[in-house]
Structure formats: structure tokens, C-alpha cells
T-cell receptor
Framework: SQQGEEDPQALSIQEGENATMNCSYK?????LQWYRQNSGRGLVHLIL?????REKHSGRLRVTLDTSKKSSSLLITASRAADTASYFC???????????????FGTGTRLKVLA | NAGVMQNPRHLVRRRGQEARLRCSPM?????VYWYRQLPEEGLKFMVY????????ESGMPKERFSAEFPKEGPSILRIQQVVRGDSAAYFC???????????????FGSGTRLTVV
């Protein structure tokens, strides 16, 4: 099964509201990332949080990580219609001999922000 | 810096034909990853390559699929004798070497959407 699993699977909110998405994973990690995917497009890297970090901010994004619960959350504040997209968490599935990781993606949360 | 370039953007193949998907990583990136995304699903890891080496192909189907990243030129994902179930979006990502221990985000291409008819 997927290393990372997001919930909810779908979320619909009004513009200006906050959107919270959660990600749970199974094994220990070195870092966790969040990506955004607009419909029919590629993925855009949003933020990376390392296992020794508990919270990270980037603009209207806030990511938390709780390694004891093996979970992370992505909060988008003051959402806009342009935030409508699918959001994926990705966890490293294991270090390779070269030290570069392959990442395991969850199934995503489809966020719809209504104007 | 043009980013990760994938081509073609859309590819239509009849059952039994071959599909070749190309990926040129970002300048300075020597690690390439291929992922497949079925409709309404997340990305599934397929293969991780460095120049002239396949490092991890644990996500590749055992038959009909192959990947390479030659010393010169783009990485190629090749699907022989395509079937309808191969219809999906195939994404390539690249990263620089030596990013341990913190890791780094991938840079993704825009993907190739393969449709098998």
C-alpha cells in the first residue's frame, strides 16, 4: 500500500477559508514533502520538512510533522480559487546507495476552492 | 534553465505498438525518476536512474517496460506492445546528486499522457 495516505480525499471550501489536509505514513522517514498538481499538469514542489522539524511555513502554507504519530498536515490559509488543485504528500521510501531518495506518493487530496 | 523537459506531451498508440517517452533532466541533475499516474490516483514509482545506470527498478512491470539514461541524451522510458491498461500519465523528475542527508525536492516535468486505443 502507499507509504503516504492523505485525507480527506476531497475537500470543498469557500474562498478565504482555511484548508487543512492530512497525511499519514507507515515507516520512519528522513523527510516529507508536499506537492501540488493542477488538473492535467505536472507536480509542483511546495515544501519539504525534515524529520527533526516540527513545523515549517512558506507564504500561506503551514506544514506540521509529528513523527511519533507518523503524520503531517498541510494548512493553506486564506484560500483562493487558484489554490484549486490536488495535493500530495511524499515520503522517502528509503535511501539509495548514492544518498538520493526515491519518494512514495499518497493518493492525494482534491481541493476545490469556490469563489 | 528550462526545467525538466518531457516529450511528447500527448502520445496515442494502438494496442501492440511501442511507446517511447523522453525526459531531459534539469541542467546539473544526474538523477532521473519515472512515475506513472493513473486517472484519479497518486503517482507510483517506477524506476530511478543515474547516467548509464539503473539504480532501482522495483516499480517497473517485469515485462514490456524498460528504461535507460545514456551518457548522452535524454532518459527514455520504453513500453513495448502497449495495452489499454498502460494508458496513464507518465512523469519524469530529476534531482541533483549528493543530496543526503536532508534530501531535496524533485523537479517534475509536465508529463506525457499516453493513450492506448
Amino acid at each position: 500500500s502507499q507509504q503516504g495516505e492523505e485525507d480527506p480525499q476531497a475537500l470543498s471550501i469557500q474562498e478565504g477559508e482555511n484548508a487543512t489536509m492530512n497525511c499519514s505514513y507507515k515507516t520512519s522517514i528522513n523527510n516529507l514533502q508536499w506537492y501540488r498538481q493542477n488538473s492535467g499538469r505536472g507536480l509542483v514542489h511546495l515544501i519539504l520538512i525534515r524529520s527533526n522539524e516540527r513545523e515549517k511555513h512558506s507564504g500561506r502554507l503551514r506544514v506540521t510533522l509529528d513523527t511519533s504519530k507518523k503524520s503531517s498536515s498541510l494548512l493553506i490559509t486564506a484560500s483562493r480559487a487558484a489554490d484549486t488543485a490536488s495535493y500530495f504528500c511524499a515520503t522517502d521510501g528509503g535511501e539509495t546507495t548514492s544518498g538520493t531518495y526515491k519518494y512514495i506518493f499518497g493518493t492525494g487530496t482534491r481541493l476545490k476552492v469556490l469563489a | 534553465n528550462a526545467g525538466v523537459m518531457q516529450n511528447p506531451r500527448h502520445l496515442v498508440r494502438r494496442r501492440g505498438q511501442e511507446a517511447r517517452l523522453r525526459c531531459s533532466p534539469m541542467k546539473g541533475h544526474s538523477h532521473v525518476y519515472w512515475y506513472r499516474q493513473l486517472p484519479e490516483e497518486g503517482l507510483k514509482f517506477m524506476v530511478y536512474l543515474q547516467k548509464e545506470n539503473i539504480i532501482d527498478e522495483s516499480g517497473m512491470p517485469k515485462e514490456r517496460f524498460s528504461a535507460e539514461f545514456p551518457k548522452e541524451g535524454p532518459s527514455i522510458l520504453r513500453i513495448q506492445q502497449v495495452v489499454r491498461g498502460d494508458s496513464a500519465a507518465y512523469f519524469c523528475a530529476s534531482s541533483p546528486p549528493n543530496v543526503f542527508p536532508g534530501g531535496a525536492g524533485y523537479t517534475f516535468g509536465s508529463g506525457t499522457r499516453l493513450t492506448v486505443v
